[in-house]
């Protein structure tokens, strides 16, 4: 029977969350920043591929729906959700553009768009962030500890201290959950 070894699990997970609480300021910073965009009429476009898709598609859901708190539904759009979109692109066109392209079809100036990239190098999420930044909007990436091309393109970046994608995701999930609760604080 393969054994896991929880302690330094445990261990590397700590350090992520850890580069997280480091992080307070800036997400009290995007939160605000989320804020003025609904004010403004503006949405969250969130983007990813694999298990950071599934986390863009649950984000976008706490905005819809609810957090924790009862309130009205926030603007948001995980653009990996629609499969006739996805695939349509992906077969006409390019995989690599399957992302810009829906963000110069939705989105506008007042908009928030979110990259989950845990690598940092998922070239269609390059691509639609680079379509984001043309079209004005305000541009976060979370990713992982490594330099990467996401990393260095956006006005806010959370780079998780991890290597390990489990933990990079834990710790997005983090942040993205921080960020529902500073919006149930305001809306609700």
């Given at each position: ?29 995007l939160i605000a920043r989320i804020i003025q965009a609904f004010e403004a009429g503006g949405k969250v476009l969130w983007m990813g ?140």
């Amino acid at each position: 029977m393969a054994r896991i070894d929880l302690k330094r699990a445990l261990a590397e997970h700590q350090r992520a969350l850890a580069s997280v609480t480091q992080s307070s300021q800036k997400i009290e910073n995007l939160i605000a920043r989320i804020i003025q965009a609904f004010e403004a009429g503006g949405k969250v476009l969130w983007m990813g591929n694999g298990g950071s898709a599934a986390d863009a598609q649950h984000m976008a859901a706490e905005m819809m729906v609810r957090y924790v708190k009862d309130r009205r539904p926030l603007p948001a759009i995980a653009l990996n959700t629609d499969t006739s979109i996805l695939t349509a692109h992906s077969n006409d066109y390019d995989f690599e553009t399957v992302f810009s392209r829906q963000i110069e079809g939705l989105a506008q100036r007042e908009d928030v768009v979110m990259a989950l990239s845990t690598s940092g190098h998922s070239a269609n999420v390059v691509r639609g962030m680079e379509a984001a930044m043309k079209k004005g909007c305000y541009c976060v990436v979370l990713t992982g500890q490594a330099e990467s091309p996401l990393s260095r393109m956006a006005h806010c970046v959370f780079q998780v201290d991890s290597h390990e994608t489990a933990r990079i995701q834990e710790a997005h999930t983090f942040i993205s959950h921080l960020i529902c609760e500073g919006l149930d604080t305001h809306f609700a």
